[in-house]
């Protein structure tokens, strides 16, 4: 018993002060008190911001960009980037959508096409990126093409406008658990929680943020580095395919544009690295990608019902939004001062 406690106090002296420091450190929570502010001063501006309506509106636009920074998340764990989610949601929402339309094809079954969709277009990626070694950027860049022109190709000039009511009645501003709480929002708190199990318990959670601190070192010990990265672009696709769907069911139409038109790439993107996702690897968690998809679609109503910001403002937001994100990265700005001065002491030894 006397050799116990000698190993619990340092512990509890660590969960004091401490905990409660780096609780409110972390990138998630410090953006509570931003979103109730934004809230309050929207909701002064324009009273009308704070409807139940209007909340059960943003929150399911929400879970469409939810869906996606999940899969985002997973990828930038291993210092990676998916620039063809747009168009995996696109495909999933025409093939799921004319599935739907001509042939009354349930929800269920709908949910399963068009998250096997995302998996098949995932491995894609995967094979690029861990298998061939095509760096991230360049291979999903390349894949973004392709599946856009899949999606014209499947589209063939005509476009989803009629699906089931078991669809679209999901994603209707008043149909809710609660007035302002959106059905879609329970299955997106859902999918956060499993995402977030999977990284923080399991053998292949943790072994995403050793890939993103250091593959090499993750290597020699004994990580599958390859299938890592590969898993982690088809999880990525798997939660595109998935938000496909989820889209269709909020505007129960998708066409040739669908998700190129709409920026789902930078919502994705933005929604992960506001929620504490780095770009160097290593970093971030799905309540992260939960509250920065909310945080991103909040601020996006707010420019446009408070503000009366035109929404072709819109896309200039996001880009500053991620800006913030990145500039207010202390990691990020360490990595570009180590990597200057390794090539300063490379060409100083030349």
Not at 1 to 18: H, K
Not at 51 to 70: D, E, F, G, K, Q
Not at 176 to 200: C, K
Not at 257 to 264: H, K, R, S, V
Request: net charge positive.
């Amino acid at each position: 018993m006397m050799s116990v406690a000698p190993a619990l106090s340092p512990r509890l002296g660590r969960t004091g002060g401490g905990t409660v420091r780096a609780l409110f450190a972390r990138r998630d929570v410090q953006l509570i008190p931003i979103m109730v502010v934004i809230a309050v001063v929207s909701g002064i501006a324009n009273p009308a911001f704070l409807s139940s309506r209007v909340v059960s509106s943003l929150l399911i636009t929400a879970m469409v960009t939810t869906l996606m920074a999940l899969g985002q998340t997973f990828v930038m764990l291993t210092k990676g980037i998916d620039l063809s989610v747009a168009p995996i949601l696109g495909l999933s929402a025409v093939i799921v959508g004319f599935q739907a339309q001509d042939h009354g094809l349930p929800l269920g079954l709908g949910l399963l096409l068009g998250a096997g969709i995302g998996i098949v277009l995932g491995a894609g990626n995967a094979l690029l990126v861990s298998i061939l070694r095509v760096p991230p950027i360049i291979a999903t860049l390349g894949t973004f093409t392709v599946y856009g022109g899949l999606q014209f190709l499947v589209t063939n000039g005509s476009q989803v406008n009629t699906v089931p009511s078991e669809y679209t009645r999901f994603g209707v501003a008043s149909f809710t658990v609660v007035p302002g709480v959106p059905w879609l929002l329970i299955a997106g708190v859902i999918a956060t929680v499993v995402a977030g199990y999977v990284l923080r318990y399991t053998v292949f959670g943790r072994s995403l943020y050793a890939v993103g601190d250091d593959a090499e070192a993750a290597f020699r010990g004994g990580i599958p580095t390859t299938r890592v990265t590969f898993v982690a672009y088809v999880v990525c696709g798997f939660f595109a395919g998935l938000a496909g769907v989820i889209y269709l069911m909020r505007t129960g139409a998708a066409d040739a544009l669908t998700g190129t038109q709409t920026n789902e790439n930078l919502n994705s993107i933005a929604a992960a690295l506001i929620g504490g996702a780095a770009l160097t690897g290593g970093r971030g968690n799905a309540l992260g990608a939960l509250l920065g998809s909310i945080f991103l679609s909040l601020t996006l109503s707010a420019m446009g019902i408070a503000a009366h910001i035109p929404d072709e403002w819109q896309p200039a937001g996001i880009g500053v939004l991620i800006l913030l994100a990145v500039v207010a990265d202390p990691r990020a700005r360490q990595g570009t001062r180590v990597r200057s001065r390794l090539r300063k002491k490379k060409d100083g030894t030349r």
